[in-house]
């Protein structure tokens, strides 16, 4: 059974970069046609989904955050990670991570971690 657990900063300033990395239990990242995703929900708001690596490596972003994100991952400790660049409070959310076979159906999830931008 797959598990993932989010971690990240918490509390963020303005223009910093925010790092967050999912670590994967139960399963390789590099396994056969899945997808991990990284997706936020921003206080009364919806989710947005914001990018994905698959198995392979490859990456997929969200036009609307491409210029500022990069997502990777470290095989050897079954994790990846979510780069945002110059962050504001708009950034403020929860982020989750989650696993796809596909960028509809997100089947696993990790119980998210609050980032919140504040001066």
């Known amino acids: 059974q797959v598990s993932l657990q989010e971690s990240g900063p918490g509390l963020m300033k303005p223009s910093q970069t925010l790092s967050l990395t999912c670590t994967v239990s139960?399963?390789?990242?590099?396994?056969?046609?899945?997808?991990w995703n990284w997706i936020r929900q921003a206080p009364g708001k919806g989710l947005e989904w914001m990018g994905a690596?698959?198995?392979?490596?490859?990456?997929y972003y969200s036009p609307a955050l491409k210029s500022r994100a990069a997502i990777s991952r470290d095989t050897s400790r079954n994790h990846f990670s979510l780069d945002v660049m110059s962050v504001t409070p708009e950034d403020t959310a929860v982020y989750y991570c989650?696993?796809?076979?596909?960028?509809?159906?997100?089947?696993?999830w990790g119980q998210g971690t609050l980032v919140t931008v504040s001066s």
């Open positions: 989650a696993r796809s076979p596909d960028f509809i159906l997100f089947e696993s």
């Open positions: 139960g399963v390789s990242i590099t396994a056969n046609s899945y997808y």
């Open positions: 690596i698959d198995y392979s490596g490859n990456t």
